[in-house]
């Protein structure tokens, strides 16, 4: 049975690319666009307005770097370069489909955020990047030890004052009120796929938003703003979402059998649970921090 699985281990060989499965839809949902073009707002607010130089980590498709692109033509910013680095191959092809105006060089580099002072070396002065930015993906590298060197990697290409701005929507937090929904989603799809949970199969370790913190905190820099806030993702972005192989792969991680189960068939039943729950609707809470390193 073909089974597409996505890398996104953080280490060991380049992700493989994902075709009719990505997070290219989802990233195009208005909802989404909004929560992060409101973070990328406050952070474009302590850029130079002469040049500055903004690195976007787990770039994916480039929404950060557009959204960049949108506040440094609002704000009338001189000058700017920004670049994007992703393993994944092929949402770096979409990537590079954006065209920047002529003020704004936009560069995307196949890697990992582990590596990024190897990565950026002779791209940035010797100064260091303006801000830094890790949007809803932090949650996707697997392990303490990973997440911290992504973070630590990040912190370490910044200038003194430069500030580094995270989001993830994938936090103890992220389903708040509306668990109960989210569970009975998910039961409802396995329900369809004739799977049942597997009590055995260790949960993926989901961090707090305090944990989170705390790790950026431990890279040296301080937390100039933090908050939690509630998207209802509409039905449009769920049915987005149900196409995004590593959000398919994590709801039915502790499903019996689920190995043995193709991502069509995964994606299909995530999508039509949705429908027989009969809701508009979905809410989720993103939290999000801007730090900044102590000059
Ligand atoms: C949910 S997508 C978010 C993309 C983008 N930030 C956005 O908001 O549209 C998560 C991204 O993390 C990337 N990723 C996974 N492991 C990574 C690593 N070690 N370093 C950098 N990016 C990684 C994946 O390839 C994927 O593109």
Redesign the pocket.
Known sequence: MTHETPD????GEL?KPTTRFS?EEF?RQPE?RQV?RELVVRLAGYLPKNVFTHV?????????PELIIEQAAQNGYERGAIIG????RV?LQVARRIVPPPNISLEFIE????DLARLTAGRISNGGADSVS????IH??PGEE?KRG?LTSMAGILKPGGVLSYNSAFTAKGMGESAMKWGKWKLEAMRKLGGRRDKLVEAIRIYTPGEYREMIEDTGLKVIHEDLRTVALSKDAIRAISR?P?FIEGVFADMVGQSDVSIEDKSKALIEAFDNLNLNSLERNWHEVIAQKVK
């Open positions: 996104i281990s953080g280490i992700s997070f990233s989404y992060n976007d980590v787990a770039t994916g498709t480039g929404l950060v680095v992703d393993p994944n949402s890697g990992y955020g582990q890790i949007h809803d993906a996707e590298i990973n992504i995004y590593a």
